[in-house]
Nanobody, 125 residues
Framework: QVQLAESGGGSVQAEASLRLSCTAS??????????MGWFRQPPGDEREFVAL????????YNSEAVEGRFTISRDNDKNTVYLQMNALKLDDTAVYYC????????????????WGQGTQVTVSS
């Protein structure tokens, strides 16, 4: 079992930066055995993949929409994964979720078994 809690969302103007954090509490496996993903759900739209990082951070992958602007990282000593978001755009407005999976490295939302409650990011002009 994994419990996830996101923080760091907020309302910012376009081109600003935010850093999201997600802290995990695990019971069956150590945190470093989970691939962690960030997903987002824009208003009225489906949840979409943003970025992932493997357990030992040797694999990182971003969606095309955020490539070059967002950076995923993790600190396994703190059971925390981060999403540094730079040059935010209006289209980045969404609820951002972190998720965990022990199945491998996937961008598919259905491969993630554990989810946080989400944190709102609102970008305005």
């Amino acid at each position: 079992q994994v419990q996830l809690a996101e923080s760091g969302g907020g309302s910012v103007q376009a081109e600003a930066s935010l850093r999201l954090s997600c802290t995990a509490s695990t019971s069956d496996r150590p945190f470093n055995e989970y691939t962690m993903g960030w997903f987002r759900q824009p208003p009225g739209d489906e949840r979409e993949f943003v970025a992932l990082i493997s357990g030992n951070a040797d694999i990182k992958y971003n969606s095309e929409a955020v490539e070059g602007r967002f950076t995923i990282s993790r600190d396994n000593d703190k059971n925390t994964v981060y999403l540094q978001m730079n040059a935010l755009k209006l289209d980045d407005t969404a609820v951002y979720y972190c998720a965990a999976t022990s199945r491998g490295t996937y961008t598919n939302v259905n491969k993630y078994d554990y989810w946080g409650q989400g944190t709102q990011v609102t970008v305005s002009s």
